[in-house]
């Protein structure tokens, strides 16, 4: 799997939306309810939706947040074949940022909710979520909350 950072990638080819988010300064990592790996929030874009739109559904869908504040980082690639992309071809989404303020009940598919200090060894897609939160460091000038 490859991933690649770009700043700017035509609006029609973003598929998906990884929002990289925070409560009370922790990095907020959910696990769906049909697995027992934990992932960042994010998902596929519906037909006929912003990808801020999704973005921002996703967030409240897999962590109850009802009130943040959310922007884009960056857009990225993903080359290779996995669990998502069975096809390998090339395929785009856009990384956000969230600070949640207020945290709602779990109304979806996920079961559980980590707030954490850096990523957990225990993840959903290890070959991308780590370059994400690299890519959150190295954009935003933090310190290391990959693990």
């Given amino acids: 799997m490859e991933v690649i950072f770009l700043d700017h990638v ?3 080819l973003l598929k998906f939306a990884v929002i990289i ?8 990592l959910c ?3 049909d697995r ?4 960042i929030p994010g998902g596929h874009r519906e037909a006929d939706e912003s990808i801020l739109d999704c973005a921002k559904r996703e967030l409240f869908e897999e962590t109850g947040a009802i009130a943040f504040d959310i922007e884009p980082l960056c857009a990225y690639a993903t080359m290779g074949k996995n669990r998502v992309n069975v096809s390998g071809d090339i395929i785009y989404g856009m990384l956000f940022v969230a600070d949640i303020k207020k945290m709602g009940k779990l109304e979806y598919e996920i079961s559980e909710i980590l707030f954490v200090d850096k990523l957990v060894d225990n993840l ?7 370059l994400f939160i690299e890519e959150y460091n190295r954009r935003k000038g933090v310190g290391d909350t990959n693990g």
């Fill in 10 to 12: 035509e609006d029609e």
């Fill in 21 to 28: 988010s925070f409560y009370h300064g922790k990095l907020v």
């Fill in 31 to 33: 696990r769906h309810k």
């Fill in 36 to 39: 027992d790996t934990y992932e």
């Fill in 124 to 130: 959903t897609y290890p070959d991308i979520q780590p």
